[in-house]
């Protein structure tokens, strides 16, 4: 099957031409045609297999197609202007947009709409916008003005300028649910309830979950009308390209050590590593820069701006290693990730497929690094359960364990896998001094004993009302 036998409106397929994509893939093949004939979806895949383009492929196609309008696309500020021309006093016009999709993340949202403009680059008129938290309300009301066609939205935020009457959903042809299962795990069903209720019942409603069991399923049965229902690959996919293995860690010295001493390995060209705490980011990079290491935090607390120009330089490359609460391990596609490294084990299996899926993107080969407290093996069980596949343990000579899964016990008021760790002693290093880059698997030459600093957890969970939306 190729995109041309799918039907694509010529100036898509031109612009999928220029951006040297060849083949759909197999959630494309399956969605692409159902979509462009009406149908509503709902589709379980793997992260990093193409579902962007599977919704907004079929909705560009839907905009390109339609027969033009003379009194349609005209923004507020050109219907003002008419109206002072005319005489008449301009009032406020809400915009309208024909597709809305809701996305779990400010990352995922802006990724969305790069790949939106992409694809649609050949077709005239067609404007995509992005609403989302940490972007200032004078910018947002600016890209409101222009009344875009395709409203990209994480749904706190879009929930604001809906009360504050910015938005009108009476036109809305096409609604997409992109990673349903994580918006809901964030607290958003309410939001998400709330914003379907002021949508057109005539839509066309297209969800994208890794799972569509339990909550998501109910809400899709709900929101939906005879659906097509696709599964690629479970969430549990087994992800054949990422070699994945555990390094089992006395304490949080023996940890830190670890880290620095993988991190130097010169087969990494940039990697992620994943913090459960906020606090924790800002301190791993801090004291990964200065053992020499080009490296930035990422976490929810930053500003838009700032979350907006460390993903820009890891891009770029000037950025090596991005440290990292789970807000990032959704929505960040940057093909020279080459290693993932869990420094805390996710709270949920789910999160951890997504974590490594950062990595081996678009068929490259990747590398999964889990560090795990020996009383977290219990946790890692959970983990191989989940995805039906035996994480291997591996030991790097001269910084082998001493202890054993079998011989730790957790403390009272301890639960495996809840990222709690002892506290570091006073004035113990985390990593250590720069040194050369190890090139044959031998220990750098400045080792420090390192402690660290636990913070409150943040594992990208917060939801839209009780803590800032979007």
Do not use: C
Request: aromatic share 4%.
């Amino acid at each position: 099957m190729t995109f041309e036998s799918i039907g694509l409106h010529p100036f898509i397929l031109k612009a999928l031409t220029e951006a040297g994509y060849t083949q759909p893939t197999p959630v494309q093949e399956q969605a692409l045609p159902a979509a462009i004939a009406g149908r509503d979806l709902l589709v379980s895949s793997q992260t990093g297999s193409g579902k962007t383009a599977a919704f907004m492929l079929p909705a560009l196609h839907k905009l390109a197609s339609a027969p033009a309008d003379a009194s349609a696309g005209k923004t507020p500020n050109q219907q003002a202007q008419a109206a002072r021309a005319k005489g008449d006093r301009p009032r406020f016009q809400p915009a309208q947009p024909k597709i809305l999709v809701l996305t779990p993340t400010r990352e995922l949202a802006l990724q969305v709409t790069t790949a939106t403009e992409k694809y649609g680059s050949q077709i005239r008129g067609v404007k995509a916008v992005s609403i989302l938290g940490g972007m200032p309300y004078p910018k947002q009301m600016q890209l409101l003005s222009r009344n875009p066609e395709i409203l990209v939205a994480t749904p706190g935020r879009l929930i604001d300028h809906m009360e504050s009457g910015k938005i009108d959903f009476s036109k809305l042809e096409v609604l997409v649910l992109d990673e349903a299962d994580r918006m809901l795990d964030m607290g958003f069903v309410d939001d998400i309830e709330l914003i379907i209720s002021k949508t057109p019942a005539s839509r066309q409603t297209m969800l994208f979950s890794a799972t569509l069991d339990g909550m998501v399923g109910n809400m899709a049965r709900r929101i939906t009308k005879d659906p097509m229902m696709i599964q690629i690959a479970s969430s549990a996919s087994r992800h054949e390209n990422i070699q994945q293995r555990v390094h089992f860690v006395d304490d949080l010295s023996h940890k830190n050590r670890l880290l620095d001493h993988l991190l130097r390995d010169v087969t990494i060209d940039q990697a992620v590593v994943f913090t459960a705490t906020k606090r924790d980011a800002d301190t791993i990079a801090d004291r990964l820069n200065i053992a020499g290491f080009a490296a930035a935090a990422l976490h929810g607390d930053m500003h838009q701006g700032a979350r907006n120009r460390t993903l820009n330089s890891l891009r770029s490359g000037h950025v090596r290693v991005l440290v990292a609460t789970d807000v990032a391990a959704r929505g960040i596609d940057v093909p020279a990730i080459t290693h993932v490294f869990n420094y805390d084990l996710p709270k949920f299996p789910e999160d951890y497929v997504h974590r490594i899926g950062r990595t081996g993107r678009a068929g490259r080969n990747g590398i999964a690094v889990s560090l795990v407290n020996h009383a977290e093996g219990v946790h890692v069980k959970r983990i191989e359960r989940f995805t039906k596949q035996v994480i291997p343990v591996d030991v790097v000579e001269g910084y082998e364990p001493k202890k054993t899964a079998s011989a730790s016990r957790p403390r009272p008021g301890w639960r495996p896998g809840d990222g709690r760790k002892p506290a570091a002693k006073p004035g113990q290093r985390t990593f250590s001094k720069p040194g050369a880059p190890r090139k044959d698997g031998a220990a750098p030459s400045a080792g420090g004993a390192g402690g660290g600093y636990r913070g409150n957890r943040d594992d990208g969970r917060s939801a839209g009302r009780s803590s800032g939306r979007g």
